[in-house]
T-cell receptor, first 114, second 114 residues
Framework: KQEVTQIPAALSVPEGENLVLNCSFT??????LQWFRQDPGKGLTSLLL?????REQTSGRLNASLDKSSGRSTLYIAASQPGDSATYLC?????????????FGQGTTLQVKP | DTEVTQTPKHLVMGMTNKKSLKCEQH?????MYWYKQKAKKPPELMFV???????INESVPSRFSPECPNSSLLNLHLHALQPEDSALYLC?????????????FGEGSRLTVL
């Protein structure tokens, strides 16, 4: 059974710091891995998607990496800003198709202090 | 346009009421999803429709009845709900097949059952 774990559960940093959020999964048979951002009471915003054959994806100040063999992904946020404060969720799509079940981690709640 | 639109944003209903949640997307996606999210928890998959056919039902109680009238619309019909069904209901869509399968979420419908 695929399990997804995110560490830490919460993180508070001063503005301007570079930071890394961690995501681990137990079964390497994944189709893809997606990082989301969720603001309180809102829906999920897709940040980055990494296909199982890829090693990393970048978008602006965000960089996500994937190491399938070790069952790990990281989300790197450069030069953090107060507007980055949110909950960050990673999710793996298990199996061989792209409409398979998306399994979420519990999320990391990030606070960036001015 | 990468938007998934959900209505209503907020819904309060009694345990004997019948109501519906609606979701619409115009991205040409042929896979649509319903998720349920309780406070401070990750989203939990309820249903998946692929090409307007129900492909995954995560053993959801029959008081929740999904419907996919066409490729752009997804409904969730609610009847005889319980207070513990109060949650944020999220709709999502993706493009099925062998592509990336990036999931796009709506802002959610906040449901309160009295």
């Amino acid at each position: 059974k695929q399990e997804v774990t995110q560490i830490p559960a919460a993180l508070s940093v001063p503005e301007g710091e570079n930071l890394v959020l961690n995501c681990s999964f137990t079964d390497s048979a994944i189709y893809n891995l997606q990082w989301f951002r969720q603001d309180p009471g809102k829906g999920l915003t897709s940040l980055l998607l990494i296909q199982s054959s890829q090693r990393e994806q970048t978008s602006g100040r965000l960089n996500a990496s994937l190491d399938k063999s070790s069952g790990r992904s990281t989300l790197y946020i450069a030069a953090s800003q107060p507007g980055d404060s949110a909950t960050y969720l990673c999710a793996v799509r298990h199996g061989s198709g792209n409409t398979g079940k998306l399994i979420f981690g519990q999320g990391t709640t990030l606070q960036v202090k001015p | 346009d990468t938007e998934v639109t959900q209505t209503p944003k907020h819904l309060v209903m009694g345990m004997t009421n019948k109501k519906s949640l609606k979701c619409e997307q115009h991205m040409g996606h042929r896979a649509m999803y319903w998720y349920k999210q309780k406070a401070k928890k990750p989203p939990e998959l309820m249903f998946v429709y692929s090409y307007e056919k129900l492909s995954i039902n995560e053993s959801v109680p029959s008081r929740f009845s999904p419907e996919c009238p066409n490729s752009s619309l997804l409904n969730l019909h609610l009847h005889a709900l319980q207070p513990e069904d109060s949650a944020l209901y999220l709709c999502a869509s993706s493009s099925p097949g062998q592509g990336p399968g990036e999931l796009f979420f709506g802002e959610g419908s906040r449901l309160t059952v009295l």
